[in-house]
């Protein structure tokens, strides 16, 4: 069983009258990630019709050089790897918060009851932690005098998750810079964008599988988010986190090095490979020819995936001994790609189905990269 | 389903919530303010209301007092149109079957022969039957009436003359002289008076 605690919670335990008589209030779901930002708006039009919005935008402009726009850095610059900070500054949270609200004119969306966003795991910190849950709070929580246990004082805001299992003494938490959170709520607020709730990638996760799978089916669930720098494997028993890990260097980022490194192309053209791998009409040609040579490091970084997660469902199978695993949801920007997929089928001898949803007063289903922003709309 | 966590910041949190109670404080106080305008305009219509009665009131009494006034009026015509009837009637008690005018016209014509009459001056005439004549004819005629002629001569026999010529005259049904003749200081005139019957 798993339990949250988190600093201020009484502040918005109280849910407003409002909200509780129904869903004739808009929610905005927006799930920063390290690449793109997801954006999922549910709400009712002015004749009382259920409609939803879906928006994507980069995280952060990419400035091109001029030998990137005439692609001569894939023939001329050796190529280099990205630089691993993901940390973003004040100047590019306003930027994005100037590019959303300007997103949101253009989309029509007037009127946001409810702002709940994520920041992906690039911004936080997953770990174990010993000791009572008083003891983690008390230490973790902003403004103690009682140390930071080792840490760096800069990760103040955490939230516990603690496992049901008696055995286990260890507590996995999960913890955000505050001053990344800060940082993206002012320069919201600065836009007239009042985000409420910033929630957590893994109980986002919990909720996307809900969606998925039916908010009553019981037993064993997995999901992974195959994200842009890291993996996340998060386990569900009975719809509740139980298990979160996350598998670093197996991101869509690491597949873009690959790509880099073997094609000698820019980062920007090895992104644009990928993305082309989504689209169901594939182009013959040129293009097929590029993709086919992308097709050897993508089953490479697939099997070393699919390495970390046998790992990970072997500890869930020695955990829970009782429960069988049926199938593996994925999501993310990599749940498009049939290789992962399908890589993923044959080393765990699971069945692996992309994650998919039909928002009220749309005809057709989400991607798998929106499953984030659609557990962020029922965030409750 | 799964219960989410906020990991924003305790004082973005609180100014949040600082947000909220100004952001329903100031519901609050246009509701407040509205509910007070509401009660304030009630108010004041009901003064209006109150105000268009005293007037309506005042205006009652102004009406009421003139209608007084005129009533008053019209008593008073009303008691003066009685007195009048009264006295129409006392003078009909009177003179039952000519009527008031019947009987102001022959006031009249009485008065107006007995002047021509008094000064009638036969002495001085020399043709008295004509004067008398003259006399007699202007009053009016009308059946069973009396009137009265007063003479005044040189002597009893012009008034034993005229007598006679008022009984000649055919005029009048009855000529009687009243009283006797009288003679008038120190002159030598007599006078005499002769009540005629038509």
Redesign the interface.
Same mark, same amino acid.
């Given at each position: 069983m798993?339990r949250?605690t988190?600093?201020?919670?009484s502040?918005?335990s109280a849910k407003p009258a409002y909200r509780r008589l129904g869903s004739s209030y808009s929610t905005l779901g927006m799930d920063v990630g390290t690449s793109v930002t997801k954006v999922i708006w549910t709400g009712r039009s002015h004749f009382g019709k259920q409609e939803s919005c879906v928006l994507r935008l980069p995280t952060r402009v990419l400035r091109l050089t001029e030998e990137d726009r005439s692609g001569e850095a894939s023939r001329t610059r050796p190529v280099e790897p990205a630089k691993e900070n993901s940390e973003c500054g004040r100047s590019d949270w306003q930027d994005l918060a100037r590019r959303l609200r300007a997103a949101f004119d253009t989309a029509g969306i007037e009127r946001i009851d409810r702002f709940?966003g994520m920041?992906s795991m690039d911004w936080c910190d997953l770990r174990t932690e010993t000791g009572s849950a008083n003891e983690i709070q008390s230490v973790a929580r902003?403004g103690s005098k009682s140390g930071d246990i080792g840490r760096s004082t800069r990760r103040m805001?955490t939230?516990e998750v603690m496992s049901s299992d008696k055995q286990s003494e260890g507590r996995r938490m999960l913890s955000?810079p505050?001053d990344s %959170? !800060?940082a993206l =709520?002012?320069a919201l607020d600065d836009r007239k964008l009042?985000?409420?709730?910033?929630?957590?990638m893994p109980?986002?996760a %919990? !909720?996307a599988a =809900?969606l998925f799978s039916g908010?009553d089916r019981e037993g064993l669930q997995v999901m992974i988010d195959w994200g842009y720098r890291a993996v996340t494997f998060t386990a569900?028993t009975d719809?509740?986190?139980f298990y979160c890990r996350k598998l670093d260097r197996l991101g869509l980022r690491q597949v873009t090095a690959a790509l880099q490194s073997e094609m000698r192309i820019s980062e920007l053209e090895a992104q644009r490979l990928i993305a082309r791998r989504s689209s169901a009409a594939e182009d013959e040609g040129p293009t097929r020819r590029a993709e086919d040579g992308c097709h050897g490091p993508l089953v490479d970084h697939a099997k070393q995936i699919a390495a970390q997660v046998s790992t990970a469902v072997r500890y869930l199978n020695w955990r829970l001994p009782k429960t069988n695993l049926e199938r593996i949801v994925i999501s993310g920007g990599g749940g498009f790609d049939p290789i992962l997929t399908g890589v993923l089928s044959r080393e765990l001898a699971i069945d692996v189905v992309p994650w998919s949803w039909t928002p009220p007063g749309r005809t057709e289903a989400l991607p798998p990269d929106m499953a984030l922003a659609a557990g962020?709309v029922?965030?409750? | 389903m799964q219960q989410g966590v906020n990991l924003l910041p305790a004082d973005v949190l609180l100014r949040q919530q600082n947000r909220k109670v100004i952001r329903f404080w100031r519901s609050t106080a246009c509701v407040t303010a509205f509910c007070l305008l509401t009660v304030f305009l009630a108010q004041r219509r009901d003064l209006i209301a109150m105000e268009e009665v005293l007037a309506d009131s005042n205006r009652d009494t102004a009406t009421s007092r003139k209608i007084i006034e005129e009533t008053t009026l019209l008593q008073n015509r009303l008691k003066t149109l009685r007195e009048a009837t009264a006295k129409q009637k006392q003078i009909r008690s009177l003179h039952p079957p000519t009527g008031v005018l019947a009987v102001l016209e022959k006031m009249r014509t009485e008065l107006q022969g007995q002047m021509q009459l008094q000064n009638l001056d036969f002495a001085d005439r020399p043709q008295p039957r004509a004067a008398v004549a003259e006399t007699i004819n202007s009053a009016p005629e009308r059946s069973g009436h009396q009137v009265r002629f007063s003479f005044t001569v040189a002597s009893p026999e012009a008034a034993t003359g005229v007598l006679e010529f008022l009984k000649q005259s055919g005029r009048f049904t009855d000529v009687t002289l009243e009283g006797s003749l009288q003679q008038q200081g120190s002159s030598s005139d007599l006078s005499f008076s002769v009540r005629c019957t038509f």
């Open positions: 798993i949250m988190r600093p201020g919670e502040v918005l709940h920041l902003p805001t939230v955000l505050e %959170a !800060r =709520a002012e009042e985000l409420q709730v910033l929630d957590a109980w986002c %919990a !909720r =809900a908010s569900m719809g509740n986190i962020l029922r965030w409750e | -």
